[in-house]
């Protein structure tokens, strides 16, 4: 069964602290994963997006890795601070011979940063 | 980046009533998506609107709870259909984009937040 589980399930870290995020799938084939960011009240928008190839990617003060044996990503998040606040959101595509593969959402981890 | 505009952006419905949400995109997309996010839980894919045919749904989700309209290439809506609390939910419109390094991504509009009494 493709799954995508988000670990933790929530977090509370205090501003300019570091933290990381973890996604483990079961998603098979693999085409490629993505994180997404979503502030209270608005839609997901798009952090990074790795393929299989790809173990590391930067976006300013967010860096993913990628583990495409042990099926396991994180997303590090550096000096945090206080729009960080947010649902981090990981998505696996399943390759359908395509690059618009069928998704598979993980719950999200709620990041609370205190000043 | 294509711009995913929706409304309403939250609206509190009486059980039994139905209700409308509008997708715009500031540019022409093949497929749209609707999603739904319910507390605590994953997005789920509702159903896949495409211009000039019916939309395909999702296991689970019918045409008569959901019917969706999709008239052109820019534009489609939801509806809710005899709204009962466990409809209460965010619904969100998405459209495959492309950055400018030729990568795709799922955009979303900023989400309709219903809530049934």
């Known amino acids: 069964k493709n799954q995508v589980e988000q670990s933790p399930q929530s977090l509370i870290i205090l501003e300019g602290k570091n933290c990381t995020l973890q996604?483990?799938?079961?998603?098979?084939?693999?085409?490629?994963l993505r994180w997404y960011k979503q502030d209270t009240g608005r839609g997901p928008v798009s952090l990074t997006i790795?393929?299989?190839?790809?173990n590391t990617k930067s976006n300013g003060r967010y860096t993913a890795t990628l583990d495409a044996d042990t099926k396991q990503s994180s997303l590090h998040i550096t000096a945090s601070q206080l729009s960080d606040s947010a649902s981090y959101i990981c998505?696996?595509?399943?390759?359908?011979?395509?690059?618009?593969?069928?998704?598979?959402f993980g719950r999200g981890t709620q990041l609370t940063v205190w000043p | 980046s294509a711009v995913i505009s929706q409304k309403p952006s939250r609206d509190i419905c009486q059980r039994g009533t139905s209700l409308t949400i509008q997708c715009q995109v500031d540019?022409?997309?093949?497929?749209m998506f609707w999603y739904r996010q319910q507390p605590g839980q994953s997005l789920t894919l509702i159903a896949t609107?495409?211009?000039?045919?019916?939309?395909?749904?999702e296991s689970g989700f019918v045409i008569d709870k959901f019917p969706i309209s999709r008239p052109n290439l820019t534009f489609s809506t939801l509806t809710v259909s005899n709204m009962s609390p466990e409809d209460s939910s965010i619904y969100l419109c998405?459209?495959?984009?492309?950055?400018?390094?030729?990568?795709?991504?799922?955009?979303f509009g900023a989400g309709s937040r219903l809530t049934v009494l």
């Open positions: 790795m393929t299989f190839s790809e």
């Open positions: 998505v696996v595509s399943a390759d359908r011979g395509s690059t618009l593969g069928r998704l598979y």
């Open positions: 998405s459209a495959w984009d492309r950055t400018p390094s030729g990568a795709n991504v799922l955009t």
């Open positions: 609107a495409n211009q000039g045919s019916e939309a395909t749904y």
């Open positions: 996604c483990n799938y079961t998603v098979s084939p693999f085409s490629n």
């Open positions: 540019s022409q997309v093949t497929m």
